[in-house]
């Protein structure tokens, strides 16, 4: 079990070291998917086993304590979430942490069964959907992901009908999809569809990761730049720094590389087998199955139970969090890829 160094000061709620107050938390409920974005997935990939996976009454333990700590926003993620059964459900579940807190309920999806679902993720509550789409031409797309552009255009059009608000999440890599930026924000333009540009993390399955694969926020705005007028905006907690173009739309840029917005974090992550994760880059996360297997047990037979012993490992592992990515971007690559924490 890993120890942390308990802070004497009390604590507001869920901060770590540098006073960063955490009000977001991204739960992957599956590490698998139908796409192998290179970016995310490895080429032979070892799915997590089904009776490992973190069952949704155990996650809704763990949203309900984090709630009560301060959490405010919380994202489903994966893997590919809409490929877990079952998770449509689970949102209509979580609807009642509103009562004590709970604000908005998201999801992260690569939009492949959208048209599927998307009336049942309205129904059940759902607030609001990113769909990653790292190319609207369909050759490319298919050699990105090995998957057809159709059904993810149906699921948005899905989306669309269904009014569930959606952001559009666009990584970008150099000789992948980099010739992508121009169409891209001519397409979402035209549509009147919020789009973000991500840059490429070193988080790809394989570790194939190289800074020379990254297309900068600055390169990014050099393409766009003879083509439309661009005004920086306030940014506001928020991971994308916002530009307004020809003063009518606006798209963001996630530039984790190049300007990382690690002093305003305010996320934490949980994978689909219960591991708490302080930062998208951290070495190594937090165990947190036992605990909330635990306080499981204790809720079917109605015995009493508190969340003492949770809390005594979540708040110093939160506490410990890193400054941000520059602090530890050298230090030794890790296992778990961007597959199994859902980004």
């Known amino acids: 079990m890993m120890k942390y160094e308990i802070p004497e000061t009390n604590l507001p709620i869920l901060q770590d070291q540098y006073g960063r ?52 926003n919380i994202r489903i993620t994966g893997g590919e979430p809409l490929m877990r059964q079952g998770v449509v459900h689970f949102i209509r579940d979580l609807q009642q942490l509103k009562k004590i807190g709970l604000k908005r309920i998201s999801m992260t999806t690569n939009g492949h069964y959208l048209a599927k679902y998307a009336d049942q993720l309205k129904a059940a509550g759902l607030d609001d959907l990113n769909i990653s789409l790292d190319s609207i031409d369909a050759k490319q797309f298919k050699a990105l992901t090995k998957k057809e552009l159709n059904p993810v255009l149906e699921g ?27 169409p891209m924000v001519r397409w979402a333009k035209d549509q009147n569809i919020p789009l973000r540009f991500i840059e490429f993390m070193p988080l790809d399955g394989d570790q194939h990761w190289t ?26 907690h928020e991971p994308a720094r916002q530009y307004r173009l020809d003063d009518d739309y606006r798209i963001g840029i996630i530039s984790t590389i190049t300007h990382s917005f690690c002093g305003e974090c305010d996320r934490i992550r949980l994978t689909a087998q219960g591991e708490l994760y302080n930062c998208l880059f951290a070495q190594q996360g937090l165990n947190i199955k036992p605990y909330l297997l635990k306080i499981l047990r204790a809720q079917k037979t109605q015995q009493l139970f508190d969340f003492d012993q949770l809390d005594m490992q979540v708040k110093p592992y939160i506490w410990q969090k890193a400054q941000g990515y520059h602090v530890i971007q050298h230090q030794q690559v890790r296992k778990i890829s961007m597959h199994m924490l859902g980004g």
Not at 50 to 69: A, N, P
Not at 163 to 181: A, R
């Open 156 to 182: 948005i059009k899905a989306a669309q009908k269904a009014e569930i608000p959606f952001k559009i999440n666009c990584v970008l890599m150099k000789d992948h999809n980099d010739d992508q930026i121009l």
């Open 21 to 72: 107050i955490k009000r977001k938390l991204r739960i992957s409920v599956t590490d698998r998917c139908n796409f192998k974005c290179v970016y995310c997935m490895p080429e032979h990939p070892e799915w997590m086993k089904k009776q490992d996976l973190l069952s949704f009454e155990s996650l809704l333990v763990f949203c309900t304590y984090m709630v009560k700590q301060g959490i405010e």
């Open 211 to 236: 800074k020379d694969a990254v297309v900068s926020e600055a390169e990014i705005l050099a393409r766009l730049k003879p083509h439309y007028a661009i005004e920086l905006l306030q940014q506001n």
